[in-house]
């Protein structure tokens, strides 16, 4: 049973450019969120996108979007980087029965902005 | 204040030995507590969820949720070296996907 697949696993960009990042949610599950996570700490919320809506959004600026397919995988967004946006980017997906509270994390693409 | 409060470490014990992890809380509304395993450069392992109060207990691991003093437990016996990572408590509210996060205890268990 393939779990959450992430690409790319490594991403170097310039300030000022946008940037793609893809997940594929684990078998069975229909949710996914994403998160950021900066170097030494925890992972931060972004979005999660369920029937291909955004459900809900933490305290990310517009400049972070998402869209969820009708495979219910998931690309994020990101224009107009910024150095501080340099993080480990992490997918989690979960399936409806357990209302998302148990997430499970895909292995992350790493961004760094030069 | 943070939200979600946890001592980064390091820590290092030896093989063999009990190791406690410890998060603190300010939201009483939290219901929903978990622990994640994170290897160097790997995305975070779920190992133990719990709603509300209470134990539970899966293998070596037992996870403790003391909501009167919004305060949370992770406990692993007889520690490998295999245990060595960072671990992450998270924790929600009911109805609510915004899962908040711990900074990250890193342990290190010497055989």
């Known amino acids: 049973d393939a779990g959450v697949t992430q690409s790319p696993t490594h991403l170097i960009k310039t300030r000022g450019q946008q940037v793609t990042l893809r997940c594929s949610p684990k078998s069975g599950h229909d949710t996914v969120s994403w998160y950021q996570q900066a170097l030494g700490q925890g992972p931060q919320f972004i979005f999660q996108y369920y029937e291909e809506e955004e459900r809900q959004r933490g305290n990310f600026p517009d400049r972070f979007s998402g869209h969820q397919f009708p495979n219910y995988s998931s690309e994020l967004n990101v224009n107009a980087l910024l150095l501080g946006d340099s993080a480990l980017y992490l997918c989690a997906s979960s399936s409806p029965s357990d209302r998302g509270y148990e997430q499970y994390f895909g292995p992350g693409t790493r961004l760094t902005v030069t | 204040q943070k939200e979600v409060e946890q001592d980064p470490g390091p820590l290092s014990v030896p093989e063999g030995a009990i190791v406690s992890l410890n998060c603190t809380y300010s939201?009483?509304?939290?219901?929903?507590f978990m622990w994640y395993r994170q290897y160097s450069r790997k995305g975070p392992e779920l190992l133990m969820y719990?709603?509300?109060?209470g134990n539970k207990e899966d293998g070596r691991f037992t996870a403790q949720v003391d909501k009167s003093s919004k305060y949370i437990s992770l406990f692993i016996r007889d520690s490998q070296p295999s245990d060595s990572a960072t671990y992450l408590c998270a924790m929600t509210q009911y109805n609510n996907n915004d899962m908040r996060f711990g900074a990250g205890t890193r342990l290190t268990v010497k055989p």
């Open positions: 939201n009483s509304a939290f219901q929903y």
């Open positions: 719990t709603y509300s109060s």
